[in-house]
């Protein structure tokens, strides 16, 4: 841009004197020296540029620990599902989370058929922009492809439950049958997690006796099911979930398809914004004050 500069120096050294020496003071330099025509102009247009060039890098220097304060507040819904995991210690949540009796509005989202990476990873960072905590059943045999995945919904605070290894029918299993789909399940979980506390959704929600007798675990079912593997239609599954929501439900989806991950977080929007938290079975039922018993089946924890 400063090419052109010297150009016609030699007819205006008064104007090269003084470009010189009020260099650092370009606006005196232009006032002074009006008929310095075309060279002034250009001069002046030079460290114009440059003047407004530094001024936003000024401005984007001085905005920039703003912008990184803005980033760095979570938004109202972390702040929100944060106050279920302190409600013992912490400030009591707002009225507006707070359902007729005075308990906030909780309810649970849950997570069937996983892992796969593609849909999980994609739902796990949504959540995680959300600060929502969810319940993932899942099959065994993804297990040992997916351990990263599995490790991750541990510590970002989602519960772990198991779904069968080759997501099979429980019913009517004698007690090797039905431990070579859930102890081997859990027994991989265990290796790969560290702890041993997952609950048991039962393939289809089929139940009976047996399963009762040989799980080991909580039995969990949900209240709410969108069929989401139908059809696999964001909209008409957010839609019925919103629809049918209500303190206490236990949400049925599956994070393999990518419209069921999409539909989960407009069902999440759109229930924060009605006042709900997410939380986890785990979570859901320790606030209501209901213990999980081993080989009871749970589906929801209504008021
Ligand atoms: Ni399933």
């Known amino acids: 841009v400063q090419t052109e500069q010297p150009l016609r120096l030699n007819r205006f050294d008064y104007n090269k004197f003084y470009m010189r020496k009020n260099a650092a003071r370009r606006i005196s330099y232009s006032r002074t020296n009006r008929k310095g025509g075309r060279i002034m102009f250009k001069r002046k247009s030079d460290p114009g540029w440059a003047a407004v060039l530094a ?12 912008f990184a304060l803005v980033l760095s507040i979570p938004p109202p819904a972390v702040q ?3 106050q279920v995991l302190t409600e013992e210690d912490g400030p009591s949540p707002s009225p507006q ?8 509005k909780l ?14 990873t994609a739902l796990l960072d949504g959540l995680a922009e959300r600060g929502v905590k969810a319940t993932f059943f ?7 492809t997916n351990e990263d995945v599995v490790r991750r919904m541990d510590e970002e605070g989602h519960q772990v439950g198991i779904h069968t290894f080759d997501h099979v029918r429980l019913t009517g299993l004698n007690k090797a049958d039905f ?16 702890h041993n506390d997952f ?14 007798r040989h799980a080991g675990c909580p039995i969990i079912l949900w209240s709410i099911d969108p069929e989401d593997w139908k059809d696999q ?12 929501a209500r303190d206490g439900a236990i949400i049925l989806m599956h994070d393999i398809f990518p419209e069921s991950v999409d539909a989960a977080f407009q069902i999440v929007d759109r229930l924060h914004q009605q006042g709900y938290l997410f939380v986890t079975v785990e979570q859901l039922f320790a606030a209501r004050c209901l213990p999980l018993e081993a080989g009871r089946t749970y589906s929801d924890a209504y008021p």
Not at 199 to 212: A, F, H, N, S
């Open 80 to 82: 929100a599902d944060a």
């Open 199 to 212: 609950l048991l959704r039962p393939p289809y929600g089929l139940m009976d006796d047996g399963i009762r």
């Open 97 to 104: 989370v707070q359902s007729g009796d005075g308990q906030p």
């Open 107 to 120: 309810i649970a989202l849950t997570f069937d058929d996983g892992p796969r990476r593609s849909t999980t």
């Open 233 to 244: 239609n964001t909209v008409r599954v957010t839609e019925h979930v919103v629809n049918g």
């Open 179 to 194: 431990d070579a789909q859930v102890d081997r399940t859990r027994q991989l979980l265990k290796n790969i997690l560290g």
């Open 55 to 66: 001024a936003f890098g000024l401005l984007l220097g001085a905005a920039a620990p703003w």
């Open 138 to 144: 899942l099959i065994g045999k993804q297990l040992e």
